[in-house]
């Protein structure tokens, strides 16, 4: 089983709203990612959890505050969002330990609108 | 600068023809996987391919990895239309960490 789960599917925000992307896995990946995508381009990495801690913020903006409440969930808070963010975000995880080649599973995505 | 060179970056063919996707780069990587992406869908693990020179076959699917670790390629025989979609490289570095490199993806149409 290498199910990543995220919800909700599809989400439109106006620009001064709060919501929240999340993502489940139980396949005991002690790293998590989240991703940003846009239409036909490779997904950019935004943020990566390693062992419920924070590892990697490749610069991103405040305005997107990621949290690991435990091993099996990643959430992405959002707020004051722009009409730019608009985008597919992918959540991933991957297992740890050198034989298991590196390997990330992404879950389904969620679709964002910001308005 | 992009460090994983994928070619090319559109492709339409009918259906019944064979094609090749190549990843390319100047770097070693200790790992390399291939994805498929439908629209509005998440990349699809197809294959992680780890030892140079490592042939995997998935059905029509065939993938090599170079002996060197620095290129990859994906060929598909006898493509059908449900072959349709994004395909992404992404190569794993040593030097990188959890980071995963992709390659540009190249979006294949498959005509009936």
């Known amino acids: 089983d290498t199910e990543v789960t995220q919800t909700p599917k599809h989400l439109v925000m106006g620009m001064t709203n709060k919501k929240s992307l999340k993502c489940e896995q139980h396949?005991?990946?002690?790293?998590m990612y989240w991703y940003k995508q846009k239409a036909k381009k490779p997904p950019e990495l935004m943020f990566v959890y390693s062992y419920e801690k924070l590892s990697i913020n490749e610069s991103v903006p405040s305005r997107f505050s990621p949290e690991c409440p435990n091993s099996s969930l990643l959430n992405l808070h959002l707020h004051a969002l722009q009409p730019e963010d608009s985008a597919l975000y992918l959540c991933a995880s991957r297992p740890q330990g050198r034989d298991r080649g590196n390997t990330i599973y992404f879950g389904e995505g969620s679709w964002l609108t910001v308005v | 600068t992009q460090l994983l060179e994928q070619s090319p970056q559109f492709l339409s063919i009918q259906e019944g023809e064979n094609l090749t996707v190549y990843c390319n780069s100047s770097?070693?990587?200790?790992?390399l996987q291939w994805y498929r992406q439908e629209p509005g869908e998440g990349p699809v693990l197809l294959v992680t391919v780890v030892t140079g020179g490592e042939v995997k076959k998935l059905k029509r699917l065939t993938f090599q990895f170079g002996d060197a670790r620095k290129d990859s390629s994906l060929h598909i025989t006898a493509a059908q239309p449900g072959d349709t979609g994004l395909y992404l490289c992404?190569?794993?570095?040593?030097?990188?960490?959890?980071?995963?490199?992709f390659g540009e993806g190249t979006q294949l149409t498959v005509n009936p």
């Open positions: 992404a190569g794993a570095r040593r030097t990188s960490g959890s980071r995963l490199t």
């Open positions: 396949m005991g990946h002690r790293a």
């Open positions: 770097s070693v990587f200790s790992s």
